[in-house]
């Protein structure tokens, strides 16, 4: 037997553990879920189960699409990175060399790497924004110009749970020489390049009947804000609130929301982090380099202590990805290696790449939780233990 026909028969075995713990998910109280994940490049998993509606009469399967919020942040920051790679943008930079209007209200010093690790000091959305006003990019990059930090620039660790999106794309924005909006940027230059089919910031109408509807569960469908500290009610407030209530409407679905409102499924963003995991490089395509992506596994300072907005540590690093670590709570998929740049989504979808092992991992699905469970009832972890077995094994 070939070194090929044993991983193929490797592959098959491999579906079947994936089958399994696909069904334990659903037992956990999943509605539907999609995996997909690649190994060195290439294409080990692509699997789902469960429906993409809560009456249960429309199954998911490998196209169906699902809102992945935060998600779409790791997509974000690689748009900025590969403007970076290209020698438009330099991280120590300030932001007002690309974008002069940020410079206002005690903002001129703060820099890209700021941004990027969530320590701008301006983690707020404005004051009066609405969803329609969300909607619309013009509106909000100017507004978020305009405000004033609530902490030193530079300083303080803040999650920027929504306008983060704006801040990083409008740097990306301002740098592309073509002048195109953030979501056909990522379409041009990320997307096209590595295959990827169904990725969207920024809807198509045409696509509306493939989303999977979104079930809120417990906290985090109360878009009063209940239950929110004051900071974290500026952060995300109710008009802009990661919930199913906001992130189903086409309008939103159509907006270019680049922080939160990313529209995919598992086997296009799992693309995406393969090219990360093999180390910038997917195929005949080279997108980024190892070094940089190294790089950027540096946590930000103070990483692995609470995060003022979200009262809990968030370990972040310096390139706007999570990193390896076992800090709670969205962590607990990345247990165990060091080497992974990430990001999960509200009501916890998430994608990752581990530079050493060049595992890489997207699970998306529509129930959205407001707390993850312990390790021992998270729907999650049986997968994500299945392919960090196989990868140890095959890597």
């Not at 469960?50 to 790791?74: I, R």
Request: aromatic fraction near 8%; charged fraction near 25%.
């Amino acid at each position: 037997m070939t070194k090929n026909q044993d991983l193929d028969g490797a592959v098959t075995d491999l579906g079947a553990e994936i089958e399994h713990t696909l069904e334990v998910a659903r037992d956990r109280g999943e509605l539907g879920v999609q995996v997909t994940a690649y190994l060195h490049g290439e294409l080990v998993v692509d699997a789902w189960t469960g429906t993409a509606d809560k009456a249960g009469q429309v199954p998911v399967d490998g196209s169906t699409l699902f809102p992945a919020f935060s998600v779409t942040k790791g997509i974000t920051a690689t748009a900025l990175h590969l403007q970076a790679e290209r020698g438009l943008v330099d991280y120590a930079a300030p932001v007002v060399e690309y974008w002069p209007e940020y410079g206002r209200n005690g903002k001129d010093r703060t820099t890209v790497r700021d941004v990027l690790s969530h320590r701008s000091g301006a983690p707020q959305m404005p004051a009066d924004v609405t969803t329609e006003r969300m909607a619309d990019w013009d509106w909000m990059v100017t507004a978020l110009a305009a405000e004033t930090p609530l902490f030193p620039p530079g300083e303080v660790n803040c999650y920027h749970s929504i306008n983060w999106g704006w801040l990083v794309g409008e740097i990306v924005r301002r740098t592309d020489s073509a002048d195109r909006s953030f979501g056909q940027f990522v379409q041009d230059e990320l997307c096209a390049p590595l295959g990827i089919e169904d990725l969207f910031i920024g809807l198509p109408e045409k696509e509306d009947g493939r989303v999977a509807e979104l079930v809120d569960d417990t906290a985090f469908g109360r878009t009063s804000g209940e239950g929110r500290t004051a900071i974290q009610q500026r952060t995300m407030p109710p008009a802009a609130a990661p919930t199913a209530q906001i992130f189903s409407k086409p309008e939103v679905w159509r907006a270019q929301i680049p922080g939160a409102g990313g529209i995919m499924n598992a086997r296009s963003v799992a693309r995406l982090y393969a090219m990360i995991a093999c180390g910038g490089r997917l195929g005949d395509v080279r997108m980024l380099s190892e070094d940089r992506l190294r790089s950027l596994l540096e946590p930000r300072p103070d990483a692995d202590k609470p995060d003022l907005v979200s009262g809990v540590p968030r370990m972040l690093g310096l390139g706007g990805y999570y990193v390896g670590g076992q800090s709670p709570p969205a962590n607990a998929l990345y247990a165990g290696s060091t080497t992974i740049l990430g990001h999960p989504g509200a009501g916890s979808s998430n994608a990752w790449a581990d530079l050493d092992s060049g595992l890489a991992i997207a699970i998306t699905h529509n129930r959205m939780f407001d707390e993850p469970p312990s390790r021992d009832d998270h729907p999650f972890i049986p997968i994500v233990e299945v392919l960090q077995r196989f990868a140890r094994k095959h890597g």
